[in-house]
């Protein structure tokens, strides 16, 4: 039930995957079985390709306001029921809201699924919409804001970073929403969105576990089949980011900082905007250069130069539009924020100057596709790979071909990624401060 | 015919000001006449209130594409007819587009007031708009943006840092709009804006000239209040800017930048939107800080201290919304762009530190007077300081009772507004510098 980025939900990566299931109901709405049955439980999630990058004008928060309301009961299950039922069966739920899509889901034992499917049946068409209901929990909102982000000035930074980041785009929008825009969601806001976006042509069903497709699949069509279709999925439209040809530093200080830090962040394609093979060398190339403690930046700035008390590298790769490549890091005592920015270019310029040796290359798409496999050890992990994944306009056969693609990245592309799309102009660095430095 | 930010419509400073006629036609449409009959010719305006902050999201461009497409032609009068009259006539005529307004002009012999009437009236309603008008309109909108900005890295530097500071509000996006999205305009978004905005109940007709109230409503009856009324002006949403806490910068290096420059601009009130007093208080302090040689920037940075070979500031009241604050500078041979921003810091800190002497003080303002009623000497000046004002929600009585406002301005409000509104977590500053400094 929290707003969040998108940038936990890394790709899946298996090779091979699992036997999926893939079908779509007649109105209009997605089925993806996943099977796993190391134990009898089964995870069920329903994902709505909406999230707060497509947040109206002027209304920004509301697809993390709706998420939040979809706990509020409809009339044959009054508000705490279904939260309640999934305890009584010693289960678990959450719900999260990205940029791109909103997602919910319960983790129960196997025989239970067909009572979580008709509970989220229910909310996707039946929720109450008061007044008495909207209002409070407008409140909740205000104060999750409150705490999580305005008190706490590395999200204040992130949130700064990110809007100059994006500044045309709405992914330069927090999640959550601006607080003045919070202020005015009331209840028709809320039930305009949930009409716009809860429809079977936007949902997406995936199911994990010890379960069999034929079976899913009866279930699905008993339940979310019987949502009337509404004839289309809802339109997302989304303005575009302008390329940037100027370089954007972001300064927050604060005396609540104790540990100056640094993050830089790159516009650059995402699985779903690059072209062939290009994103697949770009999650490689973030990985050598800042995945772990043998990364080209850790060893570099922590190991060699001592000038960091850490550094790395991350790329989201599943995104509806354009996404980012993160550089951050931790300068040691006594270096300057401006002298390690200064550091980072000289350490990207040599990564981009030196290629990698073969080895470490071997080593780090080994990695890559050995840390999906781990991952998909964890059942809930993997639904949501595959939901976000398909939220986000990718295919099963694209996250299931995911490690072959990484195999087949070479050496020159991930050089070449790292020229054409490390260019500073693209980029915004941010700078945490303590107040005193400022 | 160009797109322009509204900082060169400054305000009318007159005291006494003229005799001001307002009245409204029945259709809503607003008629104001000023006179000035220092010779026999008229000033015609209409002024919409609608301009590139009002464009739909994903239309960035369309006011001023707009603008363009109104030089097109009706059927009554075909393209380029009303251009050739008013040349005849030996007038001048122009358009303009900024952020918050639409404007047409011309200026003719008194004589010809009523024919460029029946004009304006015939275009406000008529406009042919076919795809073989709008579709190579667009390409010329798309090459003046290719000459005006991107060609240009002052004017892209300028824009990288508006979209920097508004990066939610719509003053952030450029006024000619962004190429991807000029690039989408079309008949259809041309007509729907047209329709949408070009109404005489948001219109301004502003007369200024050797003629007589009486005469001029009578004309505006028999042309303008002949279009009929749509029932309410068109609504102005538009998404407010949260507050920053933290400073950016924006870097832009370029071969062909040949003197480094540096420009930082603060979001303050505007008239409209500012506390009593405090609009007033911002322009004496610019004014104080930067304006001309013997401001406390040019002393400090270019006489006192050799940083600089020139230093100013300017703030821009009129506008809807929040507006700007601006300092800029170039600095001396030798004098890096850190360097003179620091230096910058701290002349600033020094100004709000330093009260103005009661003779600087008094100075300033009677300077600002004067040049009010120097600047009204031009006709066109005079039409267009009403008509912006008018544009952006003030009243006549605001505009002729500035200067009063300005005489009742204290040495205390000054430094208040510098205390609290030079507060550099709130700006954005832009360093211009040759690409081999980057």
């Given at each position: 039930m929290t707003a969040q980025s998108?940038?936990?939900?890394?790709q899946p990566k298996s090779?091979?995957?699992?036997s999926i299931t893939h079908l779509r109901l007649e109105n209009g709405m997605d089925v993806v079985v996943i099977p796993d049955r190391r134990a009898p439980v089964v995870t069920h999630m329903v994902w709505y390709?909406?999230?707060?990058?497509?947040?109206?004008p002027l209304k920004s928060g509301i697809a993390h306001f709706l998420e939040h309301l979809m706990?509020?009961?409809?009339?044959?299950?009054?508000?705490?029921e279904f939260s309640q039922l999934v305890a009584d069966l010693g289960g678990q739920e959450n719900a999260f809201t990205g940029h791109d899509y909103t997602a919910y889901f319960q983790r129960v034992p196997r025989e239970h699924l067909a009572t979580v499917m008709e509970y989220e049946t229910d909310r996707m068409t039946n929720l109450v919409l008061t007044d008495e209901v909207v209002t409070p929990e407008r409140d909740v909102v205000l104060e999750e804001r409150r705490m999580r982000t305005d008190s706490d000035p590395s999200a204040e930074l992130s949130e700064a970073v990110q809007s100059a980041l994006f500044a045309h785009h709405?992914?330069?929008?927090p999640i959550i929403g601006w607080e003045h825009e919070i202020e005015t969601l009331g209840r028709e806001d809320a039930l305009a969105y949930y009409q716009r976006f809860y429809t079977p042509e936007n949902a997406i069903l995936v199911v994990a576990g010890d379960v069999e497709p034929q079976d899913v699949e009866r279930l699905a069509r008993e339940t979310y089949g019987m949502v009337p279709a509404r004839g289309a999925a809802p339109e997302r439209r989304r303005p575009q980011e302008p390329v940037s040809r100027a370089h954007r530093l972001v300064t927050l200080a604060d005396p609540k900082v104790e540990q100056a830090t640094l993050e830089r962040v790159y516009i650059v394609p995402s699985v779903r905007t690059a072209a062939p093979g290009e994103s697949e060398a770009l999650e490689v190339m973030a990985h050598l250069l800042?995945?772990?403690?043998?990364s080209a930046l850790y060893k570099r700035?922590?190991?060699?130069?001592?000038?960091?008390?850490g550094a790395g590298a991350y790329y989201?790769?599943?995104?509806?539009d354009a996404t980012r490549l993160w550089v951050y890091g931790v300068p040691a005592p006594g270096v300057s924020l401006q002298d390690f920015d200064a550091a980072i270019d000289a350490a990207l310029a040599e990564f981009i100057d030196t290629r990698p040796s073969e080895k470490d290359f071997v080593r780090a798409k080994t990695r890559l596709v050995a840390d999906a496999v781990y991952a998909q050890d964890s059942q809930v992990a993997l639904a949501r790979w595959y939901g976000a994944a398909l939220a986000t306009g990718e295919t099963i056969e694209e996250v299931t071909g995911w490690a072959n693609r990484i195999e087949a990245v070479t050496i020159d592309d991930v050089v070449g990624v790292a020229r054409k799309w490390l260019d500073k102009r693209r980029a915004v660095t941010g700078f945490l401060q303590p107040e005193a430095q400022a």
């Open positions: 998108n940038a936990d939900t890394a090779r091979p995957g699992p390709r909406n999230g707060a990058a497509d947040d109206p706990f509020k009961g409809t009339k044959r299950h009054p508000q705490g709405p992914y330069g929008t800042g995945g772990g403690q043998t700035l922590v190991l060699d130069r001592k000038l960091a008390v989201l790769g599943s995104s509806l």
